[in-house]
T-cell receptor, first 113, second 115 residues
Framework: EAQVTQNPRYLITVTGKKLTVTCSQN?????MSWYRQDPGLGLRQIYYSMNVEVTDKGDVPEGYKVSRKEKRNFPLILESPSPNQTSLYFC????????????FGPGTRLTVL | AQSVTQLDSQVPVFEEAPVELRCNYSSSVSVYLFWYVQYPNQGLQLLLK??????LVKGINGFEAEFNKSQTSFHLRKPSVHISDTAEYFCAVSRRGNQGGKLIFGQGTELSVKP
């Protein structure tokens, strides 16, 4: 079954404590993205990756890092989380055409106290 | 740059009534258009997409959308809704030729179907 998995699904942490949200896809997609969803703002892209070792900033990259060491994995790293990063995070993957359907993970709800 | 505006943040409707969720977009280049649905506590699922050809696009669960180039709109419709259609709906665009499929999302519309 084609899927994107994320872990953890829920996370409560404190300001400044480094955390990583993992993302993995089994469709051999080249492109992967991270989005954050906030009420009234829809989803906004944080970072994306075109292939292994190739990443670039999206619309709201401040405070986040990513890496793409393997094609299937695209972890999101918050080196020093702050309360304004409390949000719902989605990982997505897609083939190499703009017309392709993006597949989304189930989401990670992060609360930073 | 592209932008998407969903004109209604919340749409309450009674079961079996028709519904229309409105979406307008702005872009200086050609785009692909998508509607995604997010059920409570779940990720996003594609409802339908417009790539080219017929401007009326049919999707899953009885939904359809019409692309109107002159009005830059892509409204989503269903002739008769069910309680199970209660969810948040997102309109999105992707620039044609944009590899990587970056999606620009609207703010979302909460559809609430009441018995």
């Amino acid at each position: 079954e084609a899927q994107v998995t994320q872990n953890p699904r829920y996370l409560i942490t404190v300001t400044g404590k480094k955390l990583t949200v993992t993302c993995s896809q089994n469709m051999n997609h080249e492109y992967m993205s991270w989005y954050r969803q906030d009420p009234g703002l829809g989803l906004r892209q944080i970072y994306y990756s075109m292939n292994v070792e190739v990443t670039d900033k999206g619309d709201v990259p401040e405070g986040y890092k990513v890496s793409r060491k393997e094609k299937r994995n695209f972890p999101l790293i918050l080196e020093s989380p702050s309360p304004n990063q409390t949000s719902l995070y989605f990982c997505a993957s897609v083939g190499d055409r703009g017309s392709d359907t993006q597949y989304f993970g189930p989401g990670t709800r992060l609360t930073v106290l | 740059a592209q932008s998407v505006t969903q004109l209604d943040s919340q749409v309450p409707v009674f079961e079996e009534a028709p519904v229309e969720l409105r979406c307008n977009y702005s872009s200086s280049v050609s785009v692909y258009l998508f509607w995604y649905v997010q059920y409570p506590n779940q990720g996003l699922q594609l409802l339908l997409k417009y790539l080219s050809g017929s401007t009326l696009v049919k999707g899953i669960n009885g939904f359809e959308a019409e692309f109107n180039k002159s009005q830059t709109s892509f409204h989503l419709r269903k002739p008769s809704v069910h309680i199970s259609d209660t969810a948040e709906y997102f309109c999105a665009v992707s620039r044609r030729g944009n590899q990587g499929g970056k999606l620009i999302f609207g703010q979302g519309t909460e559809l609430s179907v009441k018995p």
